[in-house]
């Protein structure tokens, strides 16, 4: 524990206390009769208003990662960091289109995760389950992620052990997730809803008093905008190449618009498919507390482009950058910047805004992962008759083993390997979009079309993205790839050609008779908007498909 | 197939089987709401619009100032889309 700031250490630690107990709490928060059921652990109860749910999505779109990871990139190559900004931009208007058909249809059939829907709409097993797989795999390395950000945080504070021995190290990054782990355990998604007041409360101070004040220290935006311009212009001595883009180019390959474009539009179809935004959207009491949402979250996206620019004022800040190119971590961009630019009471309220940050999301995470896993796998495959008290036992035990999983990836692999993951996370979860969001409008595909373009998106897109290499990174360099000679989103690349695989083969398995398989849903729930939450049904999957099992 | 259960204890859910498509009864209005909504999403889409350094706003480039600019426009044209499907559905005695 060397050169820690007693103040910032202590602010960090009370805060952290505080959300800790609010944690606990969480779980007499709106209390059920019967917490042991996956509608209340995993969902809340279904019954979040438009206040609530826009902090919980809040707090689960924008993570600690995004308060990191996003400058970094700004920070490291300049322009195309701004994508972030464009996306969220994008996400809103599609969400608002397709969103609100899936809460419908989910709350008329009792669905607790997106597989859930797959299952009753095209009556396969098999499809939820791929659903299933990729939803966990996309996840875990995003709350992986969130653990980089809370490192990243501990270490410019310089709380670690001085030892070379990770684990000795991470000591406080361990104390902090075995927190998180139990109350999440107990308290399901009331807890991170409950903690997601303080994490916005906090990083809304620290946004809004940063902006307006470091260009005061800095001389000044235009200043800002000068420095960064020059710098990502200026010609890096290693690669002979620019540093970054100011403005994306029009050229073919690189930083172009294209490029900006396409990993906009991915990510854009991406954010709202994550198992853990539609947890946070199912848990939503009415239909138009997702309408209502979708125009008032883009407040919080006003933030995120603030935060963006702090990667340029980390570029025209000589300590910091000196600091970031010392520890050879772009990722420490902003906890630096911060650092010192602020008084240490404030890098306290900062920090500690980070690493709740941090927390909420990873809970939600792990409980929609654990929802997946439970209800289309657990239950689907190897228990059938498990009763909701068992499903939300095994719910519960999951949930611990996401996290474990992802202090491995944290603890274990190197930082750009768990950013690569996330990043190929999104090309992955991406390849759901043909069975989840087009199913939410048409039963034209054919099940059977579904998995092999499934399949061949996510191999596409998983070889596209190891063959990525940069001078300094030999695989995973990247989430771009040249694709006929332009510069691409992988993700984009990789669902184009799952959509081709589906569009292709539907026809070839009508003709061939292929069953096509039951449809549980019906036109009108996809735009009901049911006032009570349905009644829990006793056990199975779909409710369906089992619909025979009689209610309890 | 199995007929799937009503969503018990929700009698809204009940009355309308078959909804009417808002296309049909009301063209100029959906016209509206799509427009916006497609509106919303090319204008960050096609990104040579706003890919430039001047006109400089204050001290932001082009670029930057419209990014920017952009999200509190987006939050208000999803209010007004909101908003016209809800006036909608109350013409039409049913829901948003």
Redesign the interface.
Known sequence: MSHVNTTTFTIVVALFVLVTGIGFAASRWRRAQDMMHLDEWGLAGRGFGTFITWFLLGGDLYTAYTFIAVPALVYGSG?IG?YA??Y???A???A??FLPRLWSVS???NYVTPADFIRGRYGSRGLALSAAVTGILATLPYVALQLVGIQAVLTVMGVGADSTNTYVKDTPLFIAFVVLAVYTYVSGLRAPAAIAFVKDTLIYIFVIVAVFYIPTRLG???HI?GVA?THFNSISPTTKKPVGT???T?KKTGST??D??TL??GSALALFIYPHIITGTLAAKR??TI??N???L??Y??VL??IA?FGYMAVADPVTKANVTKAGNPQLAVPYLFQHMFPSWFVGVAFAGIAIGALVPAAIMSIAAANLFTRNIFTEFFKPDATPHLQTRVAQWASLVVKLGALYFAVELPHTFSINLQLLGGVWILQTLPMLVFGLYTRWFHRWALIPGWLAGMALGTIAAYKTSTPTTSHWASSSDIVFGFTLYIGITAVILNLAIAVVLTPVLRALKVPEG????????Y??????A??PAAAGVG???T??ASPD | MAQPPESPGSPAAVPVPERRSPLATHPVMSLLIAVLLIAMIACTLIVPIYARITPRIGDFPFFYFYLLAYMPVVAIALWVVYALQRRLASQDGGRS
């Open positions: 322009s701004f900004v464009s969220t931009i994008m809103y208007p599609i608002f289109i709350r008329v059939h000044g935006w235009s905008f311009q100011f403005i994306p029009t618009q294209l900006f474009a906009a539009l239909r138009s309408k209502r979708m125009s008032l883009p407040a996206g006003v482009g603030l620019l039951p449809d549980e849903t019906l036109q009108h729930q735009t009901a908007d049911p006032e009570e349905p009644v409710v369906g498909s619909a025979t």
